[in-house]
């Protein structure tokens, strides 16, 4: 049974999330599926992981929607020698007080960007793990609660880099979706050098959104309706990449939670109040492909998980269902 919708809360949504994207897309000339995806893992209640080469606007498209909403950012620079109570904070003795205090670390903030996260120690990387799933921080057997919206955007060099370290499994699984920036096309390339070239836009960004009002939309996504039918195909997607004697290691169950959570905020953002299997499909590989890990096999071939992902996509069925809510679409 659908969940009632408000439609105009709906078209409120898409209204907002309009003007953050046109506030994001003054900085990030020539990518709109990028800023498009990025705001999807904000409505999803997710993380974001940036993957690519420096120089091509990682932390400029994380700083970007930091600053594009009202709520309080903090920016972690990892580094080799960064400690795990840089990140979550650390308990402190007064002397005045003559008792220990708590001084809260950066993550204690609605969007917190790790800027080079794979850089860091594995020890300092893992420091993120409960404020990614919990969204709570536990210093000296006390646990803190965390602000919502709570959001990490971490970027990251490729792990063929010298001075990175790889991201633990259970760090990548946290990652709602993984994206690459790649190259701006000339155009896009050209209008950086005009409009970068005097002054950055990051400068003359201000605010187009409050914390109240991404919390309203959070909730609407919630609201979305995702029929039996489009459930079973998410589970379908993610129990295929199991099965797969290209991969050694599939999704998790978490995966196929993010991955409806996300084709939420894909319909949302679309303006439907209903998941097709189109939106799936869509973010089948953003949102999966960087939790799986190669077999041997497929290494030798050079068959990355992008490439296995997409093949699945192509051959698990697609559902059919009638009805204007929750059918199941037209599928590839």
């Not at 970007?64 to 709520?71: G, K, P, T, Y």
């Not at 646990?143 to 970027?155: E, R």
């Not at 990175?164 to 946290?174: I, K, M, S, V």
């Not at 309706?225 to 290691?249: C, F, G, H, M, W």
Request: net charge negative; aromatic share 4%.
């Amino acid at each position: 049974m659908a969940v009632s919708h408000d439609v105009g809360q709906l078209e409120d949504l898409v209204t907002t999330a309009h003007r953050i994207r046109q506030a994001i897309e003054s900085v990030i000339e020539g990518k709109p599926d990028v800023v498009r995806l990025t705001l999807i893992v904000l409505l999803a209640e997710g993380h974001l992981l940036i993957e690519d080469v420096p120089g091509v606007g990682k932390t400029m498209l994380a700083k970007a929607l930091a600053r594009s909403i009202d709520c309080p950012v903090r920016r972690v620079q990892f580094t080799p020698d960064l400690l795990p109570s840089d990140i979550t904070g650390v308990s402190a003795y007064n002397q005045q007080t003559r008792e220990f205090e708590f001084k809260p670390g950066p993550v204690f903030a609605n969007i917190v960007v790790g800027d080079e996260i794979n850089r860091a120690s594995p020890k300092t990387q893992s420091a993120l793990l409960e404020c990614m799933e919990e969204r709570q921080v536990t210093v000296d057997g006390v646990t803190y609660k965390l602000a919502a919206p709570f959001m990490v955007i971490a970027t990251q060099n490729p792990i063929e880099m010298e001075g990175t370290y790889p991201l633990p499994e259970a760090q990548r699984d946290r990652f709602t979706a993984r994206i690459a920036m790649g190259y701006p096309e000339p155009s896009a390339e050209l209008e950086m050098l005009d409009v970068h070239g005097a002054v950055s836009p990051l400068d003359k960004l201000e605010p187009v959104a409050t914390t109240a009002e991404i919390k309203a939309l959070i909730e609407a996504v919630r609201s979305v309706y995702v029929s039996n039918a489009i459930k079973r195909y998410a589970i379908d997607l993610v129990t295929a990449t199991r099965q797969t004697p290209e991969l050694r290691l599939g999704a998790s169950p978490r995966a196929t939670l993010q991955l409806v959570r996300a084709a939420r905020a894909n319909a949302a953002l679309s303006d439907r109040d209903y998941v097709i299997p189109d939106d799936l499909q869509e973010l089948a590989i953003p949102v999966l492909a960087h939790r799986l890990l190669p077999s041997i096999e497929a290494q030798g071939q050079r068959r990355h998980p992008e490439q296995v992902v997409a093949d699945l996509v192509r051959r698990v069925p697609v559902p059919e269902a009638p009805g204007s809510r929750g059918r199941a679409g037209s599928g590839r």
